[in-house]
Each structure stands twice: as structure tokens, then as C-alpha cells.
């Protein structure tokens, strides 16, 4: 299936960004929810690119908390920055952040939160398909697991989006074909300590299980470190859901991890900012929904995946690309 394969589209009405000369620079902030790998090397691509194109890119980190991410808002606010991207805290606090911004009249545009009823309020959302994104993991853990025990370690409930893995897991799982058996399911928190310990009182409860399916590559790490312990390297598959992280393909070198779907942050970043930049230039109809780039990653295929941490040549090149094209519908408004 598509998800499959990197999914930068080729987009076919809006013309590639040129370099900005660094007197007509602009300024954009970049706000993270949190202190997280992901949003940092999202961050640090979103640096280089504003370099390359002279402009002039502020940060800010909420620390998960979104009375500070509001305040954030209204600093950048204050300084005057052209547009905002945004790793929003969580989805309660995306509508104050757009009317902070809307009031100000300065675009904003979201890398994950979306919600359709908020999509004609900013310059955009990027994201991974959610509730499809588990189903490729779930079909290849089928095709290796034809039947057996398999279980599932979930990221932080309550969001929606490791509801969402962890059912279209299952949607997968079921499409290959397999008789494999989910007979545990435990919220991880997208912590690998707390992986560590969900996974050895898993492997207690069941000694014949076949695999595990983890949320993400942080988790991964904590699992396999549990895995190893029992002696069990090799004998349970393990499987993380997101990311494609530095550390999660380091496991699949060394042959503890099966299978990551990276979801680079870097890549996607400097997208999202250039479509920003667009947006605030007036060059890119503002609204739109665009699917974040992803692989599935194997030991077949490590060499496509994307940096989190890229150099400013790898960079350079993706803002050589043609701007990601929309998709229309948007999920939700079919």
C-alpha cells in the first residue's frame, strides 16, 4: 500500500520557494510542546532551512505545559514574526492558540493536532494518517506471525492518537491473513523505563509470546532492553509503530527491532515551514491539510530513511523540493 513508501507528494500548482536575500528577511517562530527528540530535531532542521533562505527563526519550548505554550504565542506575537509552527501541547489548547493568532492576524500552521473543524482557522496541518498509521505495522507483523500470541505496548491514552495505533494494528493484523492473538495491551506513555517494565511483566505472563507491537522507537529501546533480559533476542519480534528515530534504527542494525514507520520530523518540519512561508507571503492558499512524509523501515531498506538529524546539504536539498500538494478532501470533510 502507499503508506509504504515516502510520501512527499509532488505538488502541481504552487511553484518551489526561492532563497530569500537576507534583506528581505522574515521572522518565524517555532514552538515545541515539549523537550522530546522529536520536536528538537524538527527544530534544528527548521534552523537550518531558515538560514539557507535568510531568515530569521525564534524558539520556544511550551515543557508540556500549555498555559506556558499561550504565552509563548503571545510573545512571538509581540516581536512580530511573519507566522507560527507550532508542535501544539495538546488539542484543548490548539483553539486558544489559533485566536491568539487570528487576532493578531498572523498565520499559524500545526505539525499533528488536527481537527477538521479547525481547518479553515489556520495555514495549515501536517501530519501522519493517524488512524490508519498502525495498519502497515500490523500486516507485516502478520505476514512474519502467522499465528501466536502478540502484544501491544501503547503510548499515553487519552489523546486519541495511540488509540487510534493500536486499533488500526489490529486492522492490519487482520487484513494479513494471521491468527495471531492480541492478549495484552499496556499503556506505555511513549516512556522506554516504563516500556521496560510493561514488557517484562508481559513476558512473565506470556513465555511463548511471538511479538510486540511498541508506539514508538523510545519505547522500542525499553522493550528490547527487557527482551535481551529474558533471553529472548530474536525469538520475539518486536515491531514500534512511529518515528524511525536514530536510536530505533540503531536496534534494527543490531537486530532487535523488526520494523520502525518513520515519521521524520526533520524532513516534515522544513516542509511545513516552507508551506508557511507561502502561506504568510500569500504564494499558498492558506486551510489545507497535508500527510507528513513516512517509510516503513526495515534492515532491507535503512538506506531511504530520512535523518532526523540532517545535514545542511540534506537540507538544502529539501528545499529544493516542490512544495507538498494538499490533500483534498481534507480526512473528515469527505
Same mark, same amino acid.
Given at each position: ?56 527563526? =525564534? ?21 512580530? =514574526? %511573519? ?9 484543548? @489548547? ?25 481547518? %479553515? ?15 502497515? =505495522? ?84 525499553? @522493550? ?44 516534515? @518540519? ?8 507561502? =502561506? ?28 532526523? %538529524? ?25
Amino acid at each position: 500500500m502507499t503508506g509504504y513508501r515516502l510520501k512527499l507528494a509532488i505538488a502541481t500548482s504552487v511553484a518551489a520557494l526561492t532563497v530569500a536575500s537576507n534583506a528581505n528577511a522574515e521572522t518565524f517562530a517555532f514552538m515545541r510542546a515539549g523537550p522530546d527528540p522529536f520536536y528538537q530535531y524538527g527544530m534544528e532542521a527548521v534552523q537550518m532551512a531558515g538560514e539557507a533562505l535568510g531568515d530569521d527563526i =525564534v524558539t520556544y519550548n511550551a515543557n508540556n505545559d500549555s498555559t506556558q505554550e499561550l504565552a509563548n504565542i503571545q510573545d512571538a506575537i509581540t516581536r512580530g =514574526v %511573519d507566522g507560527i509552527l507550532i508542535y501544539a501541547v495538546s488539542l484543548s @489548547s490548539e483553539k486558544a492558540a489559533i485566536a491568539q493568532a487570528q487576532r493578531a492576524n498572523v498565520p499559524i500552521f500545526f505539525e499533528y493536532g488536527y481537527d477538521p473543524a479547525l481547518l %479553515d482557522k489556520v495555514a495549515g496541518f501536517m501530519q501522519i494518517d493517524v488512524p490508519t498509521f498502525g495498519i502497515p =505495522v500490523g500486516e507485516f507483523i502478520g505476514e512474519q506471525v502467522p499465528e501466536g500470541k502478540v502484544a501491544i505496548i501503547s503510548g499515553k491514552l487519552g489523546r486519541g492518537d495511540a488509540e487510534a495505533y493500536s486499533e488500526g494494528f489490529k486492522t492490519g493484523l487482520a487484513n494479513s491473513g494471521s491468527k495471531a492473538e492480541v492478549v495484552a495491551e499496556v499503556p506505555g506513555d511513549w516512556n522506554r523505563q516504563t516500556a521496560l517494565d510493561a514488557t517484562s511483566q508481559i513476558l512473565t505472563a506470556h513465555p511463548d509470546l511471538k511479538a510486540i507491537y511498541v508506539h514508538n522507537d523510545d519505547m522500542a529501546v525499553g @522493550s528490547s532492553i527487557a527482551i535481551e533480559r529474558a533471553g529472548k533476542t530474536g525469538e520475539v519480534l518486536l515491531a514500534s509503530g512511529t518515528n524511525g528515530a536514530p536510536y530505533g534504527l540503531d536496534l534494527i542494525k543490531e537486530g532487535k527491532l523488526a520494523v520502525s514507520y518513520a515519521n521524520p520530523p526533520s524532513s516534515a @518540519s522544513v516542509m511545513a515551514y516552507r508551506l508557511l512561508k507561502g =502561506v504568510a507571503a500569500g504564494e499558498v492558499e492558506p486551510g489545507h491539510y497535508y500527510e507528513a512524509p513516512s517509510l516503513l523501515v526495515t534492515m532491507d531498506n535503512m538506506d531511504e530513511a530520512q535523518p532526523w %538529524d540532517p545535514t545542511p546539504e540534506q537540507v538544502t536539498e529539501w528545499l529544493e523540493l516542490p512544495l507538498a500538494e494538499p490533500v483534498v478532501p481534507a480526512p473528515g470533510q469527505e
